[in-house]
């Protein structure tokens, strides 16, 4: 059975390593890039874990390594209330046993116990597998769109879904 947990600065090791693996399995999927995140140092690792609220998921309580990430934050700006889900991954021999839901949802219970009355993400134009799971739980897509942070021609629209 996954296990999420909660995540400290300490745990760098175990976030750099999920991030780069997203980076390299899922390229297409954020808005960074492998070449950029394999050059932060320890000291950028921690402090993304200290800014962020970061999920892990392991495939059982005894795993050493996780098989899924999520973060929330509230940046970039989003409306009052709400907080903003990123860097959703799981491994693809983990993908379809409901990892990436219950990350979700472990998120969207976390920020709601803070006050968060919705939380909001960005999907890429063209990654409909992520927009089709989204709305499958609850999210709905908000009619504003943007260029994807770092690109020139890539769009991407932002879904909310009230917590």
């Given at each position: 059975?996954?296990?999420i947990?909660?995540?400290t600065e300490d745990?760098?090791l175990?976030?750099s390593?999920?991030r780069l693996?997203?980076?390299?399995?899922?390229?297409?999927a954020?808005a960074s890039?492998?070449g950029?995140e394999?050059?932060h140092n320890e000291?950028?690792?921690?402090?993304?874990?200290r800014?962020d609220?970061?999920?892990?998921?392991?495939?059982?309580?005894?795993?050493?390594?996780?098989v899924?990430v999520?973060?929330?934050?509230?940046?970039?700006p989003v409306?009052?209330g709400?907080?903003?889900?990123s860097?959703?991954w799981v491994?693809?021999?983990h993908?379809r046993?409901?990892?990436a839901?219950g990350?979700?949802?472990a998120?969207?219970?976390r920020?709601?116990?803070?006050?968060?009355a919705a939380?909001s993400?960005?999907?890429l134009d063209g990654?409909?597998?992520a927009?089709e799971f989204?709305?499958?739980i609850g999210?709905?897509p908000?009619?504003?769109r943007?260029?994807?942070p770092?690109?020139?021609?890539?769009?991407?629209?932002?879904?909310r879904?009230v917590?």
């Open positions: 059975m996954p296990v947990r909660d995540t745990d760098w175990l976030l390593a999920i693996r997203a980076l390299r399995d899922s390229p297409g954020f890039h492998y950029t394999v050059r000291r950028q690792w921690r402090q993304w874990l800014s609220m970061w999920l892990l998921a392991f495939e059982n309580g005894t795993a050493p390594a996780p899924g999520i973060a929330a934050t509230r940046e970039p409306p009052a709400d907080h903003f889900l860097s959703l491994a693809p021999w993908r046993l409901g990892i839901r990350l979700v949802e998120a969207a219970e920020v709601a116990a803070a006050g968060a939380v993400l960005w999907v990654n409909d597998a927009r989204y709305m499958a999210f709905v908000t009619g504003e943007q260029l994807a770092g690109s020139s021609d890539l769009h991407e629209q932002r879904m879904r917590v």
